[in-house]
């Protein structure tokens, strides 16, 4: 990019990076996670790729890490971090982890918003408790 006088911006990174996940070479994106912030303050958007590509990758106890290191680096999850992580967890019939997921974001003062509704409804009516998925939306 500095060839044709690109700066590179945190934009940029996360582009690269949305590719680089693609490929699930894990190593590959652990690789390039760690360099970067070196160079580039990571942004939310940064932290739900790599969300995202650990959840596609089954490796949902390191996705759930990375929402841990986010607060210790002063980024605060999205509704997108939430509702990503939670449909992973309950894909993968860990539904502890999704709930609890919930209760964060709730407690945390974000409401949910349609997304995260189909979710864990959808959830619900899965595993045919739909009158739990009735509580959830009055």
């Not at 986010?70 to 992580?85: A, E, N, R, S």
């Not at 967890?89 to 974000?110: A, D, I, P, Q």
Request: positive net charge.
């Amino acid at each position: 990019m500095h060839l044709y006088n690109c700066r590179r911006t945190i934009k940029s990174f996360n582009a690269a990076f949305k590719v680089l996940t693609l490929s699930r070479d894990l190593r590959a994106i652990e690789d390039f996670f760690t360099e970067v912030p070196l160079k580039f303050v990571l942004d939310v958007v940064s932290i739900n790729i790599i969300i995202k590509a650990f959840c596609e990758m089954g490796i949902l106890d390191k996705a759930y890490l990375v929402v841990v290191e986010m607060g210790q680096v002063g980024i605060q999850p999205d509704f997108i971090t939430y509702t990503t992580l939670m449909s992973a967890f309950y894909k993968h019939n860990r539904s502890e982890t999704g709930n609890s997921l919930w209760n964060l974001m709730v407690l945390s003062r974000f409401l949910p918003n349609l997304a995260t509704f189909i979710v864990r409804i959808q959830y619900l009516v899965n595993k045919r408790r739909a009158w739990e998925a009735n509580r959830v939306m009055s």
